[in-house]
C-alpha cells in the first residue's frame, strides 16, 4: 500500500513565523502534490513536483514555497504565517505521467495562524 | 471560473435508498474523470474513476455516469450506507498537452442517515 505521511496532524502557528510543513511518501512516486482545502473551496493546488528539484506553481502559490531534495520529500514553508493561511494542507503522490489513475493523499496537516 | 462543479454543497439521504451525487465540467478537453472520498481530519481517497471513451463504470455499490456531450457526471452509491457519509471529490483531467493535473470541485457532503 502507498503510503504518504505528514509530520503533524495539527499545528499552531503566530503570525510572522516561518512554518514547515513536510510530506514522506514511499511508493517511489515522481509526482508530489500540496493542497489545501477550505470549506466550499475544495482542494486547491499550491504547487506540485514532478521531479527531484523540480517545481511548478499551482492555481495559489501566493505565500508558499517548497523544496524537494529528494524524491520521497516533499516540503511546503510559509515564509511569514498569515491567518488567511489557517487551512487544512493536504499532501499527494501519484507515479509519472498520464498512465497513472490516482492521487495517494496524506491525512492532513490541520494549520491554525494565530 | 470552476471548470469542474459540484453544484449541491450537501445530500441527505435515507440508509438503503440510492445517492446520487453530481459533477459538471466545463472543459472539452477532459477525458479522465474521478471520485474521491474524503472524511474529517483524512485524506481524501481514491474512489471510482471513468474515462472518456466510456460511459459507465461499475465497482460494487458505486456507479459512475459519463454523459459527455452534457458535460456531467454522476456518481451513484446504492445501497447508502451510514459509513458513506463523507464529503466526495469530483477530479477531471486531460491528457493532451502533457497534463496531468487533476481539476477538483468544490465537494458534496453526504449524510446517510440510519
Known amino acids: 500500500d502507498v503510503k504518504v505521511t505528514q509530520s503533524s496532524r495539527y499545528l499552531v502557528k503566530r503570525t510572522g513565523e516561518k512554518v514547515f510543513l513536510e510530506c514522506v511518501q514511499d511508493m517511489d512516486h515522481e509526482n508530489m502534490f500540496w493542497y489545501r482545502q477550505d470549506p466550499g473551496l475544495g482542494l486547491r493546488l499550491i504547487y506540485f513536483?514532478?521531479?527531484?528539484?523540480?517545481?511548478e506553481k499551482g492555481d495559489i502559490p501566493e505565500g508558499y514555497s517548497v523544496s524537494r531534495e529528494k524524491k520521497e520529500r516533499f516540503s511546503l514553508i510559509l515564509e511569514s504565517a498569515s491567518t488567511n493561511q489557517t487551512s487544512m494542507y493536504l499532501c499527494a503522490s501519484s507515479p509519472p505521467g498520464v498512465s497513472y489513475n490516482e492521487q495517494f493523499f496524506g491525512p492532513g496537516t490541520r494549520l491554525t495562524v494565530l | 471560473d470552476q471548470q469542474v462543479k459540484q453544484n449541491s454543497p450537501s445530500l441527505s439521504v435515507q440508509e438503503g435508498r440510492i445517492s446520487i451525487l453530481n459533477c459538471d465540467y466545463t472543459n472539452s478537453m477532459f477525458d479522465y474523470f474521478l471520485w474521491y472520498k474524503k472524511y474529517p481530519a483524512e485524506g481524501p481517497t481514491f474512489l471510482i474513476s471513468i474515462s472518456s471513451i466510456k460511459d459507465k463504470n461499475e465497482d460494487g455499490r458505486f456507479t459512475v455516469f459519463l454523459n459527455k456531450s452534457a458535460k456531467h457526471l454522476s456518481l451513484h452509491i446504492v445501497p447508502s450506507q451510514p459509513g458513506d457519509s463523507a464529503v466526495y471529490f469530483c477530479?477531471?483531467?486531460?491528457?493532451?498537452?502533457?497534463?496531468?493535473?487533476?481539476?477538483f470541485g468544490r465537494g458534496t457532503s453526504l449524510i446517510v442517515h440510519p
Open positions: 477530479a477531471a483531467r486531460s491528457s493532451s498537452g502533457g497534463s496531468y493535473i487533476p481539476t
Open positions: 513536483s514532478y521531479d527531484v528539484k523540480m517545481k
